[in-house]
C-alpha cells in the first residue's frame, strides 16, 4: 500500500514523458490488496490520502501560478478580501456549495457495494486525482495551442490503449502503425468508426474520379496527361469475376464494384502509390498538395452521400451489419450519416446470445449476389444485456473469405463495454494462480481470487488486434471518470477521410494536435490527465487493471451461483440467469453443490474446493453482467412475468424521484430482450423459465458486477434478503384491493410536532394481508391533526387499540389498491386515506396521512424451510430518541408484539436507529411463549439484553428498558379456507 501511494504522488507531480508502451502492473505477493490503494473505498476509508494528495497538487498549482509572470502585481487584495461585497459572495459560495452536496447525495451511489445496476463504479483514485488536478488548468484539447501538455497525454493513451488490444505502435516494423484518441464517449466512437469506414470505402472512387474528370479539364491546370495516365494505371488488388481471384487491376480498368472492395489497407496506401507513381512522370514536378485538393473535392465528405452516388451511378446504398442486441449507437450512427435505419442489418443470435455466424454468412452472401457494398460488420465485445462476446475469430476468418470472393468489408470492434478486459490476458502467467492458492490457504479474511475469461472469450481476446477500429471506454470497464471514451484505429491512415482542418486548431503538418479528427471539437484535457494517471498507477496487465477485472469475475461467478440458488424449493418463484449451467452439470447438481461448497463459505474456502473451483471456472456470463429473470412458479406468461420484472426493479432501482437508497437491499436494473431480434437465444431461455412460445418481449433484471471487493457470504445474505423483496413484489402484482387496518403505535402530535408511527395489523389466513409493516407518517392538516388526537385520547381513556382502517380508492395509474400499492404512495400523491375505526359513530370520520418513511415491510414467509430463531428477534426503529421495538414473525403460529422504549439504546446511533435494526433479545426464546395453551407475552419484564450488528458490522452488545406495550396478538396458521372465515388479530 505505502509504494502504491508513492506511486501515485509521483506520478501526479512528474511531467510524463511522450511513450506509447501499455504500462504494467506491479507485482506483490497478496496482489488482491493493491487494489486498496487504487479507490478512495466504499466508505471512503482513504479520504485522508485523497485530500492531501488533492492539497499537494492545488499547492502545485498555486506555486505556479505566482512563478508565471512573477513581476505581474496580485489583484484579489487584503483590502479586497476584507470588504463585505468579498465576505458576502464567499458565504454565498459556501452555501451554494453546502446545498449542492446535499442534493448530489441523492445521485446514484456508484461507489457502494451494494450497487450493481449499470456498468459504473467508483473512479480510481488515480483517475480522480490526476483529472481533479489538471482541471486546475482547464485545458482545451481541441487544439495544442490551447493544451500543449494534456495534447500529449491523449496521445499517450491513444498509444497506450492500441499497445493494450494489441495494435502496432511501432514505426517500421512493416505493419500499419495504429492510432487512438479520446472521445466523449462510445456512441462518439462508435458514430466516428463508421463514419471513417464509410469515407474510406469510397476514396477510391474519388482517386480515380478526380483523375478521370482532370483528363477532361486540361489536367485542371497543374496535371500533364503523362501523370494522369500514370495514375490511372496505378495497379489494385481487386476480385477478378473472370480469374475467380484477386488480382493486379490498372485502376482505370476496375469496375465501380471492385472499387467499393478494395482491401482497407490498400486503400490507406493507394492515393500514396498513385502519387508516387505519377511523380516518375519525366521532368514532373508534381504537387501533391494540390492533387489531395482534388481527391478531396470528389470525396463523399465534400460531395454528401446522395450527389456522391449519383455522380458514380451507385444503385445499391451501402450497409452494414451488426448483432441484433447492438448498442443504440449504432442505428443512431446509420442515420447521421445518411444512410438510414435501413442500412443497418440485424444479424440474429445464437442461444447464447452471440451474433449467429451461420446468419451472418447467409447476409454476407446475398450481398455479394446483389453487389451491395457492406461498409463494415460490427462485433460487440460485450453486450450491455446479455453480457455476451461475439465470435470475432470467426468474423475475420469471414472476412478472409469473403474478400477472396470479391466482397470487403471493415470489422468495428464496439468494446467500449469489455475493451479493458484485454489486461487480463497481459503477461498472463501461473503466478496469479500459485499466489491465490497460497494465500486462499492462508486463509486471510480479505482474500479475494482472480477468475480468467473463459476458454472461448479469451480465444476472441487474441483475436481482437484484426478488428479495424476498436471502440473501448475507459469510464466503463476502465474505471475513469466521464467522460472518457476513446476510438483505435489498427490503420491509423483510417483516420484521414474524416478530418477536417481549420487554421485556427490546426497548425501544420508538425502540429500534434488532435482536434481535426474525430466528431467532437472541445473536449477537456483532465480526461486524458486522469486516464494516464490511472494507467500508470494500476498497469495495463493482469496485475493491474487485470486484477481489478479478474476479481470483478469472481463476484460475477459468486452472484451467478447465488441468482440460481437464491428461491428455495417451495417457494413460489423461480430465479434463472440467462446463462444456463455449464455443459456437465445439470440444474438440481449444480444447486445441491453451491448450496453446500459455496453459499455462505468465505472467499478463501471456496478458492480451495476444488468441485466449487471446476464449476466457477466454467460458470457464468462472457464477462462480468448476470443477467436472470423473476418468474411465478408454474406461471406461463410472459406478461406475468414482465410485471415481476418492473415491480423489482421499483424496488430496487433508483428512479428520477426517488427519495433513498437506504433500504434497497441490492440495487439492480430492468432491461427488455426484443424478442423480434434476439431469436434462438432467447426462445430457448423462455422454454427454461416455462413460459408459452409467444412474441412478447421479455423484462429481465441486469446485475452489473463491476465490485472487486465483494465476499461470498454477503452476496448470499444480499440473496436472502433479495429473496424476501420478491416476495413482496409478487404481493404487488398479484394481491387484489381491499382494506387494511393498523394500530397507531407512537404519535407526536403536540404544538409544531407531527410525527406517527403506525403497524400493521397482520392476518395469516388472508393473503394479501400476510405482512408485517412499520410506518412513520404524518397528518395532512392542521384539522385533521387535531381530530387524530382527540380519536387518540378517546382510546386510551376507554383502553382501546388505536386503529386506524385504509379506505378501499380506486386504481390509479393502472395500479390495484392493494397494500404495497398504498403504502408507496408516490402513485396516490403521497396522500392515503384512513377511518378512525374505534370511534363510536356510526359514520367513522376520516383523515389523511402522509407516508414518510417505511423502515420495514414483509411478506410473510410461507416456506417449509422456515424455522422459529434460536433467540426472540424484534425490529428496533424509531426517530431521535424515540424507540420502539416491533416482533418479527417467523414460523406459523407466531405472534404480533409492539412496545416502546424509554429511549435510544445506548451503542445505537440514530442513522442506525432512523434505518432499523434487528436485534436479538438475550435469554428469551426464539418459540412463542405457551401458557396453558394460550400464546403469551414474552417479554413480561422492563429490562433486557439485546445483540445486534451496529456500523461496519460491528458486534453490539446492549440493554434495552420497555416503557410500555402498545399491543400483543397471535398469528395463527392459516386456515384452509381463507374465503370462509377471516380471523382478526387478538389485541391485549
Not at 84 to 96: G, P
Not at 563 to 582: N, S
Not at 669 to 682: N, Q, V, Y
Not at 955 to 964: A, C, K, L, Q, Y
Amino acid at each position: 500500500h505505502y509504494f502504491i501511494q508513492s506511486n501515485l504522488r509521483a506520478s501526479i507531480m512528474s511531467l510524463l514523458k511522450e511513450v506509447g508502451v501499455a504500462p504494467r502492473g506491479d507485482k506483490y505477493k497478496e496482489q488482491w490488496k493493491a487494489l486498496g490503494g487504487w479507490f478512495l473505498g466504499p466508505r471512503g476509508e482513504n479520504s485522508g490520502l485523497f485530500v492531501d494528495c488533492f492539497k499537494m497538487m492545488v499547492a502545485e498549482h498555486v506555486s505556479h501560478r505566482n512563478s508565471c509572470f512573477p513581476a505581474d502585481p496580485a489583484y484579489i487584495t487584503q483590502e479586497i478580501k476584507i470588504s463585505d461585497a468579498f465576505q458576502c459572495e464567499i458565504r454565498d459560495l459556501k452555501e451554494q456549495l453546502m446545498k449542492l452536496q446535499e442534493e448530489l447525495k441523492g445521485s446514484v451511489p456508484f461507489f457502494s457495494t451494494r450497487y450493481f445496476a449499470h456498468m459504473a463504479l467508483d473512479a480510481t483514485m488515480p483517475a480522480l486525482l490526476g483529472y481533479m488536478g489538471a482541471m486546475l488548468y482547464n485545458q482545451n484539447n481541441v487544439d495544442s495551442e490551447a493544451s500543449p501538455v494534456t495534447t500529449q497525454y491523449e496521445r499517450i493513451v491513444g498509444n497506450q490503449l492500441c499497445d493494450m488490444l494489441g495494435y502496432n505502435i511501432t514505426p517500421g516494423t512493416g505493419h500499419p502503425l495504429s492510432w487512438g484518441h479520446l472521445t466523449g464517449g462510445g456512441s462518439i466512437a462508435n458514430i466516428e468508426a463508421l463514419w471513417a469506414t464509410r469515407n474510406i470505402t469510397f476514396s477510391p472512387l474519388s482517386v480515380r474520379a478526380a483523375l478521370l474528370d482532370s483528363a477532361t479539364n486540361g489536367g485542371r491546370s497543374f496535371l500533364s496527361q503523362d501523370q494522369i495516365e500514370l495514375g490511372l494505371s496505378t495497379p489494385i488488388c481487386v476480385y477478378n469475376s473472370k480469374s475467380g481471384i484477386r488480382e493486379m487491376i490498372p485502376l482505370k480498368d476496375c469496375n465501380q464494384w471492385q472499387l467499393l472492395n478494395v482491401d482497407l489497407d490498400d486503400i490507406c496506401e493507394l492515393t500514396k502509390r498513385v502519387t508516387d507513381r505519377m511523380a516518375t512522370s519525366p521532368g514532373s514536378n508534381l504537387d501533391v498538395t494540390k492533387f489531395m485538393g482534388l481527391v478531396d473535392k470528389e470525396s463523399v465528405i465534400n460531395k454528401g452521400l446522395v450527389k456522391f452516388m449519383i455522380k458514380h451511378g451507385l444503385k445499391q446504398c451501402p450497409v452494414f451489419t451488426s448483432p441484433a442486441n447492438n448498442h443504440y449507437s449504432w442505428p443512431k450512427a446509420s442515420t447521421l450519416l445518411g444512410l438510414g435505419t435501413d442500412a443497418l442489418i440485424p444479424v440474429n443470435l445464437d442461444k447464447n446470445f452471440r451474433q449467429s455466424m451461420k446468419h451472418l454468412r447467409e447476409i454476407l452472401h446475398e450481398m455479394l449476389v446483389t453487389e451491395t457494398p457492406v461498409l463494415a460488420v460490427v462485433a460487440v465485445m460485450g453486450s450491455t444485456e446479455e453480457s455476451a462476446v461475439d465470435p470475432i475469430k470467426d468474423i475475420y476468418h469471414l472476412k478472409q473469405e469473403f474478400l477472396n470472393k470479391g466482397l470487403s468489408f471493415a470489422i468495428l470492434a464496439d468494446g467500449a463495454w469489455g475493451g479493458y478486459f484485454m489486461t487480463m490476458l497481459i503477461e498472463e502467467s501461473d503466478n496469479v494462480d500459485s499466489s491465490d492458492d497460497e494465500c486462499a490457504q492462508n486463509g486471510s479474511s480479505s482474500f479475494v481470487p482472480y477468475y480468467k475469461l473463459s476458454p472461448y472469450v479469451e480465444q476472441q481476446y487474441r483475436h481482437l488486434k484484426y478488428a479495424d477500429t476498436i471502440t473501448i471506454d475507459p469510464h466503463k470497464s476502465g474505471f475513469c471518470p466521464y467522460p472518457g471514451g476513446a476510438l483505435c484505429y489498427r490503420n491509423g491512415k483510417m483516420r484521414y477521410p474524416i478530418a477536417l482542418f481549420h487554421s485556427a486548431v490546426h497548425h501544420g503538418e508538425s502540429d500534434p494536435g488532435m482536434g481535426v479528427y474525430g466528431i467532437e471539437g472541445s473536449k477537456p484535457g483532465s480526461a486524458s490527465a486522469g486516464i494516464l494517471t490511472s494507467h500508470n498507477v494500476i498497469g495495463l496487465s493482469n496485475r493491474g487493471y487485470g486484477r481489478i477485472l479478474g476479481q470483478c469475475v469472481a463476484t460475477t461467478k459468486a452472484f451467478y451461483a447465488m441468482w440460481l440458488t437464491v428461491a428455495r424449493e417451495d417457494d413460489p418463484f423461480v430465479c434463472l440467469p440467462i446463462q444456463p449451467v455449464p455443459e456437465g452439470w445439470n440444474l438440481d447438481e449444480a444447486k445441491k453443490m453451491i448450496r453446500s461448497k459455496i453459499a455462505d463459505k468465505t472467499r478463501a474456502e471456496v478458492h480451495a474446493c476444488n468441485e466449487a473451483r471446476e464449476f466457477l471456472d466454467l460458470c457464468g456470463p462472457d464477462t462480468i453482467i448476470n443477467t436472470f429473470v423473476v418468474n411465478f412458479k408454474n406461471n406461463t406468461d410472459t406478461k406475468k412475468t414482465n410485471l415481476l420484472q418492473v415491480a423489482l426493479s421499483d424496488a430496487m432501482n433508483i428512479h428520477l424521484g426517488s427519495l433513498t437508497t437506504e433500504r434497497m437491499p441490492i440495487i439492480l436494473m430492468e432491461s427488455t430482450l426484443d424478442a423480434s431480434k434476439l431469436g434462438e437465444g432467447l426462445r430457448i431461455f423462455k422454454q427454461r423459465l416455462g413460459l408459452v412460445e409467444d412474441d412478447e418481449d421479455l423484462n429481465v433484471l441486469i446485475n452489473t458486477c463491476m465490485n472487486p471487493w465483494q465476499g461470498t457470504q454477503i452476496i448470499f445474505q444480499m440473496g436472502e434478503e433479495f429473496r424476501k423483496t420478491v416476495l413482496n413484489c409478487m404481493g404487488q402484482v398479484e394481491d387484489s384491493a381491499m382494506s387494511h387496518q393498523f394500530v397507531v403505535s407512537l404519535a407526536s402530535l403536540q404544538g409544531s410536532e407531527n410525527m406517527l408511527f403506525i403497524e400493521y395489523q397482520t392476518n395469516s389466513s388472508i393473503p394479501e394481508q400476510r405482512y408485517q409493516a412499520s410506518i412513520r407518517a404524518e397528518v395532512a392538516s392542521p384539522k385533521e391533526k387535531q381530530i387524530l388526537k382527540d380519536y387518540i385520547s378517546y382510546c386510551q381513556r376507554r383502553g382501546l387499540p388505536v386503529l386506524l382502517e385504509t379506505e378501499c380508492f380506486s386504481p390509479l395509474k393502472g395500479k390495484v389498491s392493494n397494500l404495497y400499492n398504498i403504502l408507496n404512495t408516490l402513485t396516490w400523491d403521497q396522500l392515503i386515506r384512513v377511518k378512525l375505526l374505534n370511534e363510536e359513530s356510526k359514520i367513522k370520520p376520516t383523515i389523511s396521512l402522509l407516508i414518510t418513511d417505511i423502515p420495514r415491510y414483509q411478506r410473510l414467509d410461507m416456506s417449509n424451510t422456515v424455522v422459529y430463531p434460536a433467540k426472540q428477534r424484534y425490529f428496533l426503529f424509531g426517530l431521535g430518541d424515540r424507540a420502539i421495538m416491533t416482533h418479527m414473525i417467523t414460523k406459523l403460529p407466531d405472534f404480533q408484539h409492539t412496545v416502546i422504549l424509554s429511549g435510544r439504546p445506548h451503542s445505537l446511533t440514530e442513522t442506525m436507529l432512523r434505518l432499523g435494526v434487528e436485534v436479538e433479545v438475550l435469554l428469551v426464546d426464539g418459540r412463542p411463549l405457551l401458557v396453558n395453551g394460550q400464546m403469551r407475552n414474552p417479554l413480561q419484564g422492563a429490562c433486557y439484553e439485546i445483540n445486534f450488528k451496529g456500523e461496519l458490522q460491528a458486534p453490539i452488545h446492549t440493554t434495552i428498558n420497555i416503557e410500555n406495550t402498545v399491543f400483543f396478538g397471535e398469528v395463527s396458521e392459516p386456515l384452509p379456507n381463507p374465503e370462509l372465515e377471516r380471523v382478526e388479530c387478538c389485541l391485549e
